[in-house]
Antibody
Framework: QVQLQESGPGLVKPSETLSLTCTVSGGSMNSYDWSWIRQPPGKGLEWIGYISYSGNTKYNPALKSRVTILVDTSKNQFSLNLSSATAADTAVYFC??????????????WGQGTLVSVSS | DIQMTQSPSSLSASVGDRVTITCRASQSISSYLNWYQQKPGKAPRLLIYATSTLPNGVPSRFSGSGSGTDFTLTVNSLQPEDFATYFCQESYSVSLTFGGGTKLEIK
């Protein structure tokens, strides 16, 4: 059973970079893409971007200028950097395994999520 | 950008009821539509992908249908564990946009 676990600071100052890591266990990172998805408190879900095990990335155009996703397959981890953080980036951040089929991408395994607040 | 609109935004029903949730895309997305269930304080759970395919372990009382711009999620014979928030997600565009959610509450 694949498991994902997010880790990183719960508080980030405005204008700084929000950084999170997702550790994957119970399975190989090969053959899948790995996403970050966020959910502001009480609101809906927003896909941020994903990375393949080989390092190819795809980002949400709305966030692309501020997002970097990296992968370290030797550690079974991938990470998120979101630069120039503002209060609007306050959200629960989820990492998720992304399966791409003939009908596009869906997210079949998720981490439990971690709340990141952007505040001085 | 594709907008995904769910209706209703909230819904009250009783155990044993049959409920239908609708998701409408702002442009045609063929069958590129997925559904998730989320309970408070938990991560979403994949319920249906490619409009109507259930992953292993999802009860058969859940079903999905639709094509183009209009899609439905139906839950037959609601169980207590089905009371949650449901989200649709398009997998047609580069933005992988989610709907705003439908909160299913117990009557």
């Amino acid at each position: 059973q694949v498991q994902l676990q997010e880790s990183g600071p719960g508080l980030v100052k405005p204008s700084e970079t929000l950084s999170l890591t997702c550790t994957v266990s119970g399975g190989s990172m090969n053959s899948y893409d790995w996403s970050w998805i966020r959910q502001p408190p009480g609101k809906g879900l927003e896909w941020i971007g994903y990375i393949s095990y080989s390092g190819n990335t795809k980002y949400n155009p709305a966030l692309k200028s501020r997002v970097t996703i990296l992968v370290d397959t030797s550690k079974n981890q991938f990470s998120l950097n979101l630069s120039s953080a503002t209060a609007a980036d306050t959200a629960v951040y989820f990492c998720a395994r992304t399966y791409t089929s003939a009908w596009g991408e869906h997210f079949d395994y998720w981490g439990q999520g971690t709340l990141v607040s952007v505040s001085s | 950008d594709i907008q995904m609109t769910q209706s209703p935004s909230s819904l009250s029903a009783s155990v044993g009821d049959r409920v239908t949730i609708t998701c409408r895309a702002s442009q045609s997305i063929s069958s590129y539509l997925n559904w998730y269930q989320q309970k408070p304080g938990k991560a979403p759970r994949l319920l249906i992908y490619a409009t109507s395919t259930l992953p292993n372990g999802v009860p058969s009382r859940f079903s999905g249908s639709g094509s183009g711009t209009d899609f439905t999620l139906t839950v037959n014979s609601l169980q207590p564990e089905d009371f949650a928030t449901y989200f649709c997600q398009e997998s047609y565009s580069v933005s992988l946009t989610f709907g705003g959610g439908t909160k299913l509450e117990i009557k």
